[in-house]
């Protein structure tokens, strides 16, 4: 599958701004389009979830999902509604809800789920991510059943770890459109 071929949606996490890779991609990328998380106030993962399960139900072509940080788990967590529509998920550094320091916004996500994605999915995870250890990335990929996609010391892969436009992960991401079929 081509890029073109796709509706690319990126689910990024709450602090994707201008640097962000995936802003830079969804720039460059003709069919990509972004679900942002709504404000940041009680009850919006329903909200954020339910966004994301329309979008990609009234797409015209088959669907991508493109998620950063907590974005991922929203994916995840629409999975169920979204088998026969998705074909397939770049996933990229998930963050585990049971550390101490993730933000109440991120926490009201949880549990994460754990059930096989009805879709081919790639996850990409840092040695060195301060918000999932890569042994919980593991875990999730065997869960998820995806391939799990080492990036190395790379810190959470988002513009604070100088990964703007991440043509790298350009790359991973243009071996999982291959991989998909049309």
């Known amino acids: 599958m081509r890029a073109a071929d796709a509706d690319i949606l990126m689910v990024p996490g709450p602090d994707a701004g201008a640097d962000h890779w995936q802003t830079r991609w969804a720039r460059k990328l003709s069919t990509a389009g972004r679900i942002d998380p709504p404000s940041r106030r009680a009850g919006n993962a329903e909200e954020w979830r339910a966004s994301l399960i329309a979008q990609a139900k009234s797409a015209r072509r088959p669907v991508v999902l493109v998620a950063h940080d907590i974005g991922v788990i929203v994916a995840v967590q629409a ?27 991120g926490r009201e996500l ?9 879709f081919p999915s790639f996850l990409v995870a840092s040695r060195t991510d301060p918000y999932c250890s890569y042994a919980f990335a593991e875990e ?23 990964h703007g436009p991440w043509p790298e992960g350009l790359l991973v991401f243009s071996r999982l459109l291959r991989n998909l079929p049309d």
């Open 79 to 105: 999975a169920a509604f979204l088998g026969g529509v998705v074909r397939g998920a770049f996933l990229v550094a998930p963050p585990d809800l049971e550390l101490p320091y993730v933000p109440d916004d």
């Open 140 to 162: 999730l990929a065997r869960d998820w059943r995806s391939l799990l996609i080492d990036a190395g010391d790379a810190g959470h892969l988002d513009a604070g770890s100088r």
């Open 110 to 118: 949880g549990p994460v789920p754990r059930d096989p994605l009805p």
